[in-house]
């Protein structure tokens, strides 16, 4: 028997072949995408996110990824609040049916807070750390110097003398030897990850990412069409036997990672995989897309490095931004790579935003060139590692629920492995109503092969008082759902 599921005036019946080749998101788009192209589909609202994943025994993932891509591909939109409809304007009557967004907004990267929240979702830096008053020396320093010439395009590539400076600061800083002419200044990561995508990725590729991993990467490799394929990450770094055999049998164009504080598990490669990857990329002929954002954040003596400080043949594409660890709001990162890919990338970024802020590139420029970044550098990591280091302490009291998690000694986050009957949905929604804020791990996967049941708590944004604040709040509902766990979950109990 099919399993039909009730969307808006309609009942829908669909299988789906857990044991094909065959992704399930494309089944469910496959399904939608045939009814709407034959007209059997008419003036209707697709099941809600939430209903359509239970009854198909799929995570809330597969679904969110089979209503962009049927939006993508124009069969589809979406009405904030209200939910997802064939092309044809609903009936009005049905737009009072509202379904909670939340899930699919944080697939996409939108992490819906409240202002009222403690805020353990969010992982951008907490304001009180901005060098306000050195940034602005160089913001002024830069108008006086430059004039009006400070707010004019800068070359596509960025303005020079920054590249320089960060050539420097690369080799200071992570031993990666790069001229400034193999250098792009982007704004931000994201936009580096949606050129690289822009340029380089077409219809049918396939990337290889770790997974779970960002959501953001997901999006802009999906824009192009590629195939997505997921290889599980362990505590130190990809499984490396999984990706042998998949890069034998698909052949990927890239392999997307984040090899020092991985997002969402803060997982670190170690040395021995890292070179292995970057024998496998030349033995199989793939390039690897290095996405690093908080490697400057280490909270032990162990000083770690990205891949492409070991890369001796061009093979990484190394894309860094600032925004984590500085100001999100200057959009200052960049991106390295060969000269071969190098004409491609740079049309790309042309066509997107033409270059980037001149008079913020100079700042930033000034900004390394005084040295003011060490100081900087060093205090935010003193700030975080205090954070760190109490959420840690916290989290002592949470082993009898039998909550594991490997400490990462660096990044902003602590990704948390939940016990079988402890649901991170439900104690996402638990959470919410408590005026905590959290990320269930499910947002970050993007297939059902392994285990989902994580969280991700984050402490760059907020205060030691809403740490030990929150991690009670956090206490009390795991406690609550602890001692109301079914016998057959947990038969310890």
Known sequence: MYPYIEGVGRMFDIQLDKNSNTPLYMQVYDYFKNLIEN?????TKLPSIRSLAKKLKVNN???????????????????????TYVKIMPDPEYLPYLEEGDVELMVSGILPLSKDNINFASISPTPLLFPIEEFKKSLVEVLDRDGA???LYPEVSGYEPLRESISKFLFMNYDIKIDKNQILITSGGQQALDIVAKALINTGDTIFVENPTYSGAIASFNSRGARVRGIPILNDGIDLDLLDHYVKREKPKFLYIMTNYQSPTTYSYSKAKKKELLKMASKYDFYIIEDDFLTDLNYDNEKRYPLK?????NRVIFIKSFSKIF????RIGFLTLSKNLYGDIIKAKHTTDISSSGFLQRAFDH???TGYWKNYIERVRSDYARKYRLMVSELEKFKKFFISYVPPNGGISIWLNLPAGIDALDLYEECQKNNLSIVPGIV??????INMNYIRLSFGAIHDDEIVKGMKTLYEIISKMFVNLQSDYMPFI
């Not at 007209?39 to 003036?43: A, K, S």
């Not at 970050?444 to 092969?449: A, G």
């Open 444 to 449: 970050f996967f993007i297939d059902e092969t």
């Open 367 to 369: 900004y390394l060139r």
């Open 149 to 151: 010439h400070a707010f």
């Open 327 to 330: 100001m999100p709001g200057i």
């Open 39 to 43: 007209n059997n589909i008419g003036n």
């Open 61 to 83: 993932v597969t679904i969110v990824n089979a209503y962009r891509l049927l939006e993508q591909e124009g069969y589809v939109y979406s009405i904030k609040g209200s939910g």
């Open 309 to 313: 400080s070991m890369d001796t043949e």
